[in-house]
């Protein structure tokens, strides 16, 4: 059975840093990155990392946002610097298998961030 557990959510003011952390279980994983999704809006990629090291940022996040992954231990990490009012939303860890065909896709449960002004 497939799990993603994150953590490292919370409240921080504008200007601040986070760092959410994805340990994943039960497979291995193409694929790891972080969506998130604010109120009345879609959930969209933050960024990922393969299995290779090729990362993928939003442009809204690039020269703040920091992805990096450990395969040893099927750990995505998200460190989250000079955080602004509109990073607020909730913060999905993803994760892809090549173990089925075609792969599957998994979602971690959420984690909050609010980033106050």
């Known amino acids: 059975q497939v799990q993603l557990v994150e953590s490292g959510g919370g409240l921080v003011q504008a200007g601040g840093s986070l760092r959410l952390s994805c340990v994943a279980s039960g497979s291995i994983f193409s694929i790891m990155g972080w969506y998130r999704q604010a109120p009345g809006k879609q959930r969209e990629l933050v960024a990922s990392i393969t299995n290779g090291g090729s990362i993928n940022y939003a442009d809204s996040v690039k020269g703040r946002f920091t992805i990096s992954r450990d395969n040893a231990k099927n750990t995505v990490l998200l460190q989250m610097n000079n955080l602004k009012p509109e990073d607020t939303a909730v913060y999905y860890c993803?994760?892809?298998?090549?173990?089925?065909?075609?792969?599957?896709?998994?979602w971690g449960q959420g984690t909050q961030v609010v980033v106050s002004s």
């Open positions: 993803n994760a892809i298998s090549p173990m089925t065909w075609p792969s599957s896709t998994y």
